[in-house]
T-cell receptor, first 116, second 112 residues
Framework: GAGVSQSPRYKVAKRGQDVALRCDPI?????LFWYQQALGQGPEFLTY????????KSGLPSDRFFAERPEGSVSTLKIQRTQQEDSAVYLC??????????????FGPGTRLTVL | SQQGEEDPQALSIQEGENATMNCSYK?????LQWYRQNSGRGLVHLIL?????REKHSGRLRVTLDTSKKSSSLLITASRAADTASYFC????????????FGQGTELSVKP
């Protein structure tokens, strides 16, 4: 079956531009996560949705970062006024359960953002 | 603010040898997971070990967990060139909706 998909796969932005990154989770998955992975580092948590509710946004680095999942399916991560330090791979993951019950997270291929 | 530390940062071995990677973490966990990431691709879940477990096996993978030392190890036996990848441990505190805290990873290179 289809896995998690992300678009675009690559994005080059000039400093100061706004970007929008899309995530299509596995159909029916309740939970959706965004992570940021800098070059040579492990992923770092950004934010988490359970259905359409954003339950944790503690990892968003600044108020320039905004995420939404209005219908509890597709999610968009928006970065306003991009800075060079925003250059990273942005990973999306989904899982079929929410709350305290573990369920494997399935990751998309990521969007590589380069800010010039 | 990554929680996990992994050791070594890079490991190069010959095909057929065993590879051991270590992970340490800082706070209480519900479970610890290991992921593999091939260059330019997403993360693939390998194995999960719960906080009340000490050892778990899956195929050529063996994971141990020592909660008193807040550490885990991943052993890959009889390595293959296809095992070349970055390996990450990730912890789940269990009360944060499944949020994972990743380590910095070990880059494994298996030479044929």
């Amino acid at each position: 079956g289809a896995g998690v998909s992300q678009s675009p796969r690559y994005k080059v932005a000039k400093r100061g531009q706004d970007v929008a990154l899309r995530c299509d989770p596995i159909s029916g998955h309740v939970s959706l996560f965004w992570y940021q992975q800098a070059l040579g580092q492990g992923p770092e948590f950004l934010t988490y949705f359970q259905n359409e509710a954003q339950l944790d946004k503690s990892g968003l680095p600044s108020d320039r970062f905004f995420a939404e999942r209005p219908e509890g399916s597709v999610s968009t991560l928006k970065i306003q006024r991009t800075q060079q330090e925003d250059s990273a791979v942005y990973l999306c993951a989904s899982s079929s359960r929410g709350g305290q019950f573990y369920n494997e997270q399935f990751f998309g291929p990521g969007t590589r953002l380069t800010v010039l | 603010s990554q929680q996990g530390e992994e050791d070594p940062q890079a490991l190069s071995i010959q095909e057929g040898e065993n590879a051991t990677m270590n992970c340490s973490y800082k706070t209480s966990i519900n479970n610890l997971q290991w992921y593999r990431q091939n260059s330019g691709r997403g993360l693939v879940h390998l194995i999960l070990i719960r906080s009340n477990e000490r050892e778990k096996h899956s195929g050529r993978l063996r994971v141990t967990l020592d909660t008193s030392k807040k550490s885990s190890s991943l052993l890959i036996t009889a390595s293959r060139a296809a095992d070349t990848a970055s390996y990450f441990c990730a912890t789940d505190a269990g009360n944060q909706g499944g949020k994972l805290i990743f380590g910095q990873g070990t880059e494994l290179s298996v030479k044929p």
